[in-house]
């Protein structure tokens, strides 16, 4: 599968990518106008911060109790029901006089329940697509993301300003619901693709076995810092350039669409399985000229480059997938997922405690160059090759415990799938 138009004359595909964009949406602009509201209740940058990306932190939380339900609930039935929630929570926070303590009560629940729900997308889009289809899939659906956090921080501010931060919840709450009805109507029903209850001790025994792994634990730990030190590196365009922040944060989403829509769409397969390693290191690198404290307009082209790096990410899951068992793909998606989202929250604020001691130019240099070290030093661990049953050969082969036979055998036999990443 190469091209866009295949990919959306799969059956279901257009109906899951509808599902992913209304959230996105109503996560975007439900964030502008939690924000607002919350500052302008308190005038607290901290809690209005906190409003907007703290539920994030629960992602960690989530990762630890509930992903066990990825791939043990009916995926359509589950869907529907977690945008259904969003809908319903984001219109409980548009309440008049509801207290701050209930409303931040109400964003954590609402951060818990995402937690579940990365797991439970992109592991029925591994059912959705081929094999040789997914990194398509999540290119497509990464520029629906990009796109929809553009149009929904600029429709955000604007409904702000049009309608008051409530009324701009009670919008977000109506796109949920449109993502529930979306998932209900257009997805088919399918069985769980793992039989058992969800349980908190499945979670945690399911997540030791997946990082028991070498090899998947070196691409989780790809997939999770150097994307995490680096979004730390954006938390600080507002402080690096007040006047032109937003400017830069158009510009890291341009260069983040372009990298997906490169990577997905025009580089061959036999290329993308050698550019994990050195698009993580185009995600820092460029970050490294901060340190000469650049004008805006080189600054701009740093940022434009550094996020085109972002689409390693689209590699390292395909490895990912080819280590993991079918049965457990949710959770392991769910995992990574979580992880990313929680490392990104780590990143921000220790970027921001940095910034206490250094100048803002200066902690982004420092922050991009860990990313650099850490690109590095995980190298050698993401070597080698998966093959039929998602054993890693070569350099980063570790024999018997570093496939996954601890998960259980693939159901039927599958082709080899050369995943190749050298530093």
């Known amino acids: 599968m190469r091209t866009y138009q295949e990919l959306f004359r799969t059956p279901e595909f257009t109906p899951f990518f509808s599902t992913v964009a209304a959230g996105i949406a109503a996560s975007t602009v439900s964030g502008i106008a ?128 049009a309608f008051s931060p409530r009324g701009t919840l009670l919008v977000a709450a109506a796109l949920g619901l449109v993502g529930a009805a979306v998932a209900r109507f257009g997805l088919s029903a399918r069985p769980p693709r793992t039989a058992g209850r969800p349980t908190v001790g499945e979670t945690w025994r399911t997540n030791a076995r997946l990082w028991s792994s070498r090899p998947r634990r070196y691409v989780y730990l790809a997939l999770w810092v150097p994307n995490g030190l680096i979004v730390g590196c954006e938390a600080l365009f507002v402080p690096y ?38 698009l993580r290191l185009l995600l820092a690198a460029p970050y490294l000229v901060f340190a000469l404290r650049p004008p805006l307009p080189l600054a701009a082209v740093a940022v434009l480059l550094a996020s085109a790096g972002y689409a390693a990410s689209l590699v390292l899951q395909e490895r990912l997938i080819a280590l993991t068992p079918e049965q457990v793909h949710g959770q392991a998606l769910g995992l990574h997922s979580s992880g990313m989202l929680t490392m990104q929250a780590v990143g921000a604020t220790l970027a921001g405690l940095l910034a206490q001691r250094l100048a803002p130019a200066e902690t982004m240099a420092v922050l991009a160059g860990a990313s650099v070290m850490v690109t590095l030093l995980l190298g050698r661990g993401l070597r080698g090759e998966v093959g039929v049953n998602g054993e890693v050969g070569g350099a980063g082969g570790v024999g018997g415990a570093g496939g996954v036979d601890d998960l259980g055998p693939e159901s039927g036999p599958e082709p080899a799938v050369s995943v190749v990443s050298t530093p």
């Open 34 to 161: 939690l924000g607002t509201l919350v500052y302008s209740a308190t005038h607290s940058p901290l809690l209005a911060a906190l409003s907007m990306f703290g539920s994030s932190f629960a992602q960690v939380i989530g990762a630890a109790f509930l992903l066990s339900a990825a791939d043990r609930l009916p995926p359509r039935a589950t869907l529907t029901a977690l945008a259904g929630c969003f809908g319903v929570g984001t219109a409980v926070l548009a309440l008049p006089g509801l207290p701050l303590g209930a409303m931040f009560a109400v964003i954590l629940a609402l951060g818990l329940l995402s937690s579940l729900g990365g797991g439970v997308r992109y592991g029925l889009l591994s059912e959705i697509l081929p094999k040789d289809g997914y990194v398509l899939g999540r290119s497509a659906t990464n520029l629906a993301v990009g796109a929809m956090q553009i149009c929904g921080y600029a429709a955000g501010g604007a409904l702000v300003a």
């Open 241 to 278: 350039a007040p006047r032109y922040a937003g400017l830069l944060f158009a510009v890291a989403a341009a260069g983040m669409l372009t990298g997906d829509l490169l990577v997905g769409r025009v580089v061959p397969q036999r290329w993308r399985v050698r550019l994990a390693a050195p």
